[in-house]
């Protein structure tokens, strides 16, 4: 993504909550017009970090732009080009869906008539209900739809799929094509790797308040290392290629894990006449994840 | 049996710094008032000159009770017990909806219901706190007039007496918990059964028969309809009498039995009322944070305005009576004007200007509240939703202060109004030094104007109340609550028992309140008024300041 204009810039971000350090020294850069996934498990500091961008709390140290601009000073100018969407999604219980909807957009400079209706239609929203009565799936729709509803150049959303069944997150989805199509940039938070890795072109991993990875999808997959399933026709010729990482031998069969630069090297190796069957997975999302978090190989 | 000890324990200690500051509030103000009148009454003769004051004067009847003779118990428990078992209604019906229809609201109630305990568990773990807290709360009242040096058969009567209603009131938000579809509804509608109990007992008391010495007052039959009535019947200090008090005991007994099987049959979040369906799309002023901070504010403003313009024509419509009924007797008018000191006011003046008193620490409550709930949006995270959007943080805040303040104004306003109104339908006063307004007083025109006059007299000091809860949810957001109704709460008992209390001057000078002036009673004077207001503008200035260099969250 080199050469466009980064739409979110955050450097060497701090943020202190008394003694504990829910930031420390984050960077972040989300590239205009792409769908950025942030990902981390809970107490990362991704909501921390999106209320930061949203000038909503002030960082201890360290810069952020958004759009250019810094959110703490000029939160009004941010806002009115980014459409939110909260990890807890908490709203009037006294007001209909239909009522936060239009307040939330209102105060936007207005929905899209047509698109509101659509999306309440798709995302199956009774909106004369009083918000007391919605579920949590429900209320979660209520805020997607209030920031689908219009258009915006960056969407920030917090764990935007917590509480929808799998229907209204392929409507979800839906949603985030559409906006990618018109050449919006989103930024979404998450926990759940299958959605990042279906949705999004770059990703930011943090761990306790600090980018562990980042980067696109395709140069983080690269980092990682193909995992290696062959089975040979006799038992006894099994071999392993030199230099690979965790290898396992049962009777004929060898698993290992091969780093992208050691491939050519693997593969040569393997092409051999009692080899009976070669799987290799790519890379998962979940393996990187893995590396940072579940202590496995460092 | 097991699960509910369990339950017990559970909902007790989520609740025991709320309970506790209830109870021991509730019986310092015990002890207050009967440390004062040991200090301030101690004689017989002067107990009985107030008493043949509120004797002879519905509006005293209708805002204390009855009294019950010149016993300097009797006289406490007259002066306190309306007051009291109001806050022990309130202190009841909140403790019993928090842990009813508010958790089954929030989905606690699921939590809990999903382990293995009886479906009516729950409430009969709340029944059983309820019953606790307010046994505590009558050993607590009972041991403040022990203290304030009352006889002990009479104080622990009196504590029974106070305890016992507040049994009535858990009952009572019981059964309305199992109605209403919401937390806010049940709190609401179980509220306004303690205000009813209130004011049933009020007319009753108000129209009561008193004794040919002035002594004590037979309530009129209305207060038989009011468990605030029942519990007066109980004369502790006097001829006492306990059967009242298990009526009440009973009663709620009886309201137990049948809430308890009805929470057990019914769904998890079904009730009687079901939650009205509403507009599809925002109506006039749906799109504005102004139309939002109005509509999150109306249901509950409505309510101060009314509680105001209730007070508000009581002053008009009982201040001209109290002044011919002290008029058609000389010697509690030469009482009267002994006790008032040289220059005699109008006693109807001085009655109203007592009530719009009250109605301007109202004004001030529906104001702190509309801040406080600034602090509720925050605290739940939807402002956290508003201000992701176009907006300033100063123009929400100016939306919500905007609201608070006009909340003020119309509450202040309905008191004067009322007031206004209702000394137009009632009997001309009587010229004379004592009675009625001056002499040659001014026609009725002029009258509704000075009485709204004399309600909006009270703006500046309910404005700075509000201010300074401004003020303390842009510096001291998690500290807002207390800061918000604490100073509310002194400057009520201040205005209310100041005097009473014999405090200090400069104690007394703390309360906003006491700058106002006393209209109709005294002048209007500018300059104190002018000075609040310009507080109210720095005040509000400095924490539009702070809420912009602070940060946001729960």
């Given at each position: 993504m080199v050469g466009q204009a980064a739409v979110v810039e955050a450097s060497g971000l701090v943020k202190s909550f008394g003694r504990t350090r829910a930031l420390d020294g984050l960077d972040l850069s989300v590239a205009e017009g792409e769908v950025h996934g942030f990902l981390g498990p809970n107490g990362a500091g991704k909501s921390t970090t999106l209320r930061v961008l949203l000038g909503l709390i002030r960082p201890t140290a360290g810069g952020v732009r958004v759009l250019g601009r810094d959110p703490w000073t000029e939160p009004v100018a941010v806002h009115r080009d980014i459409a939110y969407v909260p990890g807890d999604v908490n709203l009037w219980p006294n007001l209909t869906g239909g009522e936060v909807v239009d307040l939330l957009t209102g105060l936007r400079g207005g929905a899209d008539a047509g698109l509101r209706e659509r999306l309440l239609a798709e995302f199956e929203l009774d909106p004369a209900r009083k918000v007391r009565t919605y579920s949590k799936g429900n209320r979660q729709k209520v805020a997607l739809v209030a920031a689908f509803a219009r258009r915006a150049r960056l969407y920030l959303l917090d764990e935007p799929s917590a509480g929808l069944d799998p229907l209204m997150d392929a409507v979800f989805r839906a949603q985030i094509r559409r906006v990618r199509d018109e050449g919006s940039t989103v930024l979404i938070s998450s926990h759940i790797l299958s959605e990042v890795e279906q949705l999004c072109s770059a990703v930011t991993i943090i761990r306790a308040g600090r980018a562990v990875e980042s980067g696109s999808l395709e140069a983080l997959r690269h980092l990682r290392r193909t995992h290696f399933r062959v089975t040979f026709t006799d038992p006894g010729a099994a071999v392993l290629p030199a230099g690979v990482h965790d290898a396992r031998r049962e009777n004929g069969t060898v698993e290992f894990d091969a780093d992208a630069s050691q491939l050519p090297g693997v593969l040569a190796q393997l092409a051999r006449p009692d080899v009976a069957s070669v799987e290799a997975a790519p890379p998962s999302l979940e393996s990187l994840f893995l590396r940072h978090y579940g202590g496995g190989d460092r | 049996m097991a699960s509910v000890l369990r339950l017990l324990r559970a909902q007790a200690r989520r609740d025991r710094w709320q309970l506790l500051a209830w109870i021991a509030g509730i019986g310092l103000l015990g002890l207050a008032i009967a440390g004062a009148t040991a200090s301030q009454f101690g004689?017989?003769?002067?107990?009985?000159?107030?008493?043949?004051?509120?004797?002879?004067?519905?509006?005293?009847?209708?805002?204390?009770?009855?009294?019950?003779?010149?016993?300097a118990g009797a006289f406490v428990f007259f002066n306190g017990f309306s007051f009291t078992a109001v806050l022990t209604g309130l202190m009841s019906t909140f403790l019993v909806v928090r842990h009813s229809r508010a958790d089954e609201e929030s989905g606690r109630a699921e939590l809990v219901g999903a382990a293995p305990v009886p479906r009516s568990a729950p409430l009969a773990a709340t029944l059983l706190l309820g019953l606790l807290a307010n046994l505590l709360l009558a050993a607590a009242v009972a041991l403040g007039y022990l203290a304030g040096g009352l006889?002990?058969?009479?104080?622990?009567?009196?504590?029974?007496?106070?305890?016992?209603?507040?049994?009535?009131?858990?009952?009572?938000?019981?059964?309305?918990?199992?109605?209403?579809?919401?937390?806010?509804?049940?709190?609401?509608?179980?509220?306004?059964?303690?205000?009813?109990?209130?004011?049933?007992?009020?007319?009753?008391?108000?129209?009561?028969?008193?004794?040919?010495?002035?002594?004590?007052?037979?309530?009129?039959?209305?207060?038989?309809?009011?468990?605030?009535?029942?519990?007066?019947?109980?004369?502790?200090?006097?001829?006492?009498?306990?059967?009242?008090?298990?009526?009440?005991?009973?009663?709620?007994?009886?309201?137990?039995?049948?809430?308890?099987?009805?929470?057990?049959?019914?769904?998890?979040?079904?009730?009687?009322?079901?939650?009205?369906?509403?507009?599809?799309?925002?109506?006039?002023?749906?799109?504005?944070?102004?139309?939002?901070?109005?509509?999150?504010?109306?249901?509950?403003?409505?309510?101060?305005?009314?509680?105001?313009?209730?007070?508000?024509?009581?002053?008009?419509?009982?201040?001209?009576?109290?002044?011919?009924?002290?008029?058609?007797?000389?010697?509690?008018?030469?009482?009267?004007?002994?006790?008032?000191?040289?220059?005699?006011?109008?006693?109807?003046?001085?009655?109203?200007?007592?009530?719009?008193?009250?109605?301007?620490?109202?004004?001030?409550?529906?104001?702190?509240?509309?801040?406080?709930?600034?602090?509720?949006?925050?605290?739940?995270?939807?402002?956290?939703?508003?201000?992701?959007?176009?907006?300033?943080?100063?123009?929400?805040?100016?939306?919500?202060?905007?609201?608070?303040?006009?909340?003020?104004?119309?509450?202040?306003?309905?008191?004067?109004?009322?007031?206004?109104?209702?000394?137009?339908?009632?009997?001309?006063?009587?010229?004379?030094?004592?009675?009625?307004?001056?002499?040659?007083?001014?026609?009725?025109?002029?009258?509704?104007?000075?009485?709204?006059?004399?309600?909006?007299?009270?703006?500046?000091?309910?404005?700075?109340?509000?201010?300074?809860?401004?003020?303390?949810?842009?510096?001291?957001?998690?500290?807002?609550?207390?800061?918000?109704?604490?100073?509310?709460?002194?400057?009520?008992?201040?205005?209310?028992?100041?005097?009473?209390?014999?405090?200090?001057?400069?104690?007394?000078?703390?309360?906003?309140?006491?700058?106002?002036?006393?209209?109709?009673?005294?002048?209007?004077?500018?300059?104190?008024?002018?000075?609040?207001?310009?507080?109210?503008?720095?005040?509000?200035?400095?924490?539009?300041?702070?809420?912009?260099?602070?940060?946001?969250?729960?």
């Open positions: - | 004689s017989e003769a002067g107990r009985a000159a107030i008493v043949a004051v509120a004797a002879g004067s519905p509006a005293f009847l209708f805002l204390r009770g009855v009294p019950d003779g010149y016993d006889p002990a058969g009479g104080s622990g009567l009196a504590g029974l007496a106070v305890g016992s209603v507040g049994l009535f009131f858990v009952g009572a938000a019981a059964l309305v918990a199992q109605l209403m579809p919401s937390g806010h509804a049940a709190n609401g509608t179980a509220a306004a059964l303690v205000g009813l109990a209130y004011l049933v007992r009020g007319t009753g008391d108000a129209f009561g028969t008193p004794d040919a010495t002035l002594s004590r007052v037979e309530p009129a039959w209305p207060s038989w309809f009011s468990p605030i009535g029942w519990g007066q019947l109980t004369r502790p200090f006097t001829e006492a009498d306990p059967v009242p008090l298990l009526v009440l005991v009973g009663v709620a007994v009886l309201l137990a039995a049948v809430v308890l099987p009805v929470r057990g049959r019914r769904d998890l979040g079904a009730s009687l009322l079901a939650e009205r369906a509403g507009r599809p799309a925002a109506g006039f002023g749906g799109r504005s944070l102004l139309g939002l901070a109005w509509r999150l504010q109306r249901s509950t403003l409505a309510g101060w305005a009314v509680a105001a313009a209730v007070l508000g024509l009581l002053s008009g419509a009982l201040g001209p009576v109290l002044a011919d009924a002290v008029a058609g007797n000389p010697s509690l008018a030469e009482l009267i004007a002994r006790l008032a000191g040289g220059s005699a006011p109008a006693i109807a003046d001085v009655f109203i200007a007592a009530l719009l008193g009250i109605t301007g620490v109202l004004a001030a409550a529906a104001g702190v509240q509309a801040v406080l709930r600034l602090r509720a949006e925050e605290e739940a995270g939807r402002l956290e939703l508003l201000l992701a959007l176009p907006r300033s943080r100063p123009r929400w805040f100016g939306a919500g202060l905007s609201v608070a303040a006009f909340s003020v104004l119309a509450v202040t306003l309905a008191a004067g109004l009322a007031a206004g109104t209702a000394s137009l339908f009632a009997d001309a006063p009587a010229a004379g030094p004592l009675t009625g307004t001056a002499a040659g007083g001014p026609d009725s025109a002029d009258r509704f104007w000075l009485l709204v006059a004399s309600a909006l007299a009270h703006l500046p000091a309910a404005l700075v109340m509000v201010a300074l809860a401004a003020l303390a949810f842009a510096a001291l957001p998690r500290l807002a609550v207390a800061l918000g109704w604490g100073p509310l709460v002194l400057a009520l008992v201040l205005g209310q028992f100041g005097g009473l209390l014999n405090l200090p001057e400069w104690a007394q000078d703390l309360s906003p309140f006491h700058h106002s002036s006393a209209m109709p009673v005294e002048d209007f004077a500018a300059a104190p008024a002018l000075t609040m207001l310009a507080a109210v503008v720095v005040l509000a200035l400095a924490a539009t300041f702070m809420l912009r260099h602070r940060d946001l969250g729960a």
